[in-house]
């Protein structure tokens, strides 16, 4: 039987690197990402799915986990960066944080609640892709950093929860993506890892299937 993936943000970056990976491997792809023509592009190269619609609302989630009644692996790769240039913590715009916080935590974790009945009859696997900024003090990441704090912590308490299901929250590392240079600029971006070397790491996290636990990916 062909193993079901849904991946967010899967139109550029870890998301786009990962699904071609995977459909490389077999399985049967469904992505979701806000940019409905470059994900429609994607899925037409790699013979998946396209949901196009933004995580951060309740409908298109809804939509998403009807789309997988039958899940083997959750990838909740879709995250914001918040408010650029990155603000001190002092600071930090509490309206764009509160957006962060739905995109961040409360869209992964909601898409989790729809979405485990199928994992568990699985007995598949969720990635939550996280950042070194959830454990480091780096300055302007606080708000972001926090958001992935939290999702480290839901991953955390979820992998003791449901013994059944392997949950891994993966740090990939600075990446050359779009997030990254809108944050740090494109040129010190362009000397980060490259998406797609990341993604065989990944790809083989989910092949291996180790016990849950936080993974750093480089």
Do not use: C
């Amino acid at each position: 039987m062909t193993n079901t993936a849904l991946i967010t943000g899967a139109s550029r970056g870890l998301g786009l690197a990962l699904a071609r990976s995977l459909a490389g491997a077999g399985w049967n792809l469904v992505l979701t990402a806000r940019g409905a023509e470059d994900l429609e592009k994607v899925a037409a190269e790699i013979g998946a799915t396209a949901i196009p619609g933004d995580v951060a609302e309740a409908e298109h989630r809804e939509r998403l986990a009807k789309a997988v009644p039958s899940l083997d692996l959750l990838v909740n790769n879709a995250s914001g960066l918040g408010a650029t240039p990155l603000p001190k913590i002092a600071g930090y715009p509490l309206e764009a944080f509160r957006v962060l916080l739905e995109t961040n935590v409360i869209a992964p974790l909601s898409l989790i609640q729809a979405t485990i009945p199928a994992i568990r009859a699985a007995r598949g696997a969720i990635v939550n892709i996280t950042s070194d900024a959830a454990t480091g003090a780096y300055e302007g990441w606080g708000g972001y950093g926090a958001t992935k704090a939290a999702l480290e912590q839901l991953s955390n308490v979820l992998a003791a929860e449901e013994p059944d299901v392997a949950v891994w929250w993966a740090d990939p590392g600075e990446m050359n993506t779009r997030m990254l240079a809108d944050a740090v600029g494109a040129d010190e971006a362009a000397g980060a890892a490259d998406p797609a070397r990341v993604a065989i790491a990944l790809h083989d996290l989910i092949k291996r299937r180790p016990a849950s636990g936080r993974v750093n990916l480089q």
